[in-house]
């Protein structure tokens, strides 16, 4: 699935530049946010996954993400410009996603050409009512990853996550359903943000959802390229460094014991 519209690769010196326009139909703008859509960060990573697999004419994926910064957000109607380093293997390879000649989200990443080749032992999630805490997240249904809250403290918080059956990111595959292993990412800013709605009711404030972005996001790892879309992961978020509205956490995400995707995710919470 290629949800955006890309035009031809042009090569350059350095790399390669792809344009593509973010139109209000967008698959991932849906739920994200209601009133005002903006595009998950992780949907900027499916537009470089998908311009680069155009531009080295290779079936790459994520493996890892050295740094990576979300300067400002993405609304409907931005026309933008993706700056691709050249094929380097392993190695980390420089991009830059551009708004009028501005840089919105820069850094280094690297890629396999590694395929999936049988999906991991997994628990299959089940829809049942949740219990503890109520999820407060300003996502609607189909952008919203956190089910349940099963423990929390001060510092940290460990919950139950899905992928919705309508979600953009899921796709067939050989193996099955699946999705993208840098969406695990999204779980944990939402883990995050579930953290400090949870914190806020504790402290005698306003049970509300608390909304924001993802600011940045270094030291990831993704052991698969893909995961099970119908998956029950367990996604833990532990904060590391808090100076309000910013935080950053380590996350990581699971399948029964295994971690599959771990990461820091900084965030900025809309107050």
């Given at each position: 699935?290629?949800?955006?519209?890309?035009?031809?690769?042009?090569?350059?010196?350095?790399?390669?530049?792809v344009?593509?326009?973010?139109?209000?139909?967008?698959?991932y703008?849906?739920?994200?946010?209601?009133?005002?859509?903006?595009?998950?960060?992780?949907?900027?990573?499916?537009?470089?996954?998908?311009?680069?697999?155009?531009?080295?004419?290779?079936?790459v994926?994520?493996?890892?993400i050295?740094?990576?910064?979300?300067?400002?957000?993405?609304?409907?109607?931005?026309?933008?410009?993706?700056?691709?380093?050249?094929?380097?293997?392993?190695?980390?390879?420089?991009f830059?996603i551009?708004?009028?000649?501005?840089?919105?989200s820069?850094?280094?990443?690297?890629w396999?050409?590694?395929?999936?080749?049988?999906?991991?032992?997994h628990?299959?999630?089940?829809?049942?009512?949740p219990?503890?805490?109520?999820?407060?997240?300003?996502?609607?249904?189909?952008?919203?990853y956190?089910?349940?809250?099963?423990?929390?403290?001060?510092?940290?918080?460990?919950?139950?996550?899905?992928?919705?059956?309508?979600?953009?990111?899921?796709t067939?595959?050989?193996?099955?359903?699946?999705?993208?292993?840098?969406?695990?990412l999204?779980m944990?800013?939402?883990?995050?943000?579930?953290?400090?709605?949870?914190?806020?009711?504790?402290?005698?404030g306003?049970?509300?959802?608390?909304?924001?972005?993802?600011?940045?996001?270094?030291?990831?790892?993704?052991?698969?390229?893909?995961?099970?879309?119908?998956?029950a992961?367990?996604?833990?978020?532990?904060?590391?460094?808090?100076?309000?509205?910013?935080?950053?956490?380590r996350?990581?995400?699971?399948?029964?014991?295994?971690?599959?995707?771990?990461?820091?995710?900084?965030?900025?919470?809309?107050?």
């Open positions: 699935m290629n949800p955006f519209e890309c035009s031809s690769p042009i090569e350059t010196e350095s790399g390669w530049t344009q593509t326009s973010l139109t209000a139909e967008s698959p703008l849906r739920g994200h946010f209601p009133g005002r859509p903006i595009l998950p960060a992780v949907a900027q990573l499916a537009a470089l996954t998908q311009a680069t697999r155009s531009a080295w004419d290779r079936e994926h994520l493996s890892a050295k740094d990576l910064r979300f300067r400002q957000p993405l609304f409907p109607g931005a026309e933008l410009e993706l700056r691709l380093g050249a094929f380097a293997g392993a190695d980390d390879t420089r830059g551009f708004l009028e000649g501005k840089p919105v820069q850094g280094a990443v690297s396999t050409e590694e395929a999936l080749t049988e999906l991991p032992g628990a299959v999630f089940e829809a049942k009512a219990s503890g805490p109520p999820i407060l997240l300003p996502q609607e249904a189909e952008a919203r956190i089910h349940e809250c099963l423990r929390s403290d001060e510092d940290s918080l460990e919950c139950l996550a899905f992928v919705p059956g309508n979600n953009p990111f899921r067939e595959s050989a193996h099955g359903c699946v999705i993208p292993a840098f969406l695990a999204e944990g800013a939402q883990a995050a943000a579930t953290h400090e709605g949870v914190m806020r009711s504790a402290e005698g306003e049970a509300s959802a608390v909304g924001g972005y993802v600011v940045r996001c270094r030291q990831a790892s993704f052991e698969l390229p893909q995961l099970p879309a119908d998956a992961f367990r996604v833990m978020a532990r904060c590391m460094e808090a100076a309000p509205p910013l935080r950053t956490y996350v990581e995400i699971a399948l029964e014991e295994q971690v599959v995707v771990r990461g820091l995710v900084s965030t900025f919470a809309d107050a």
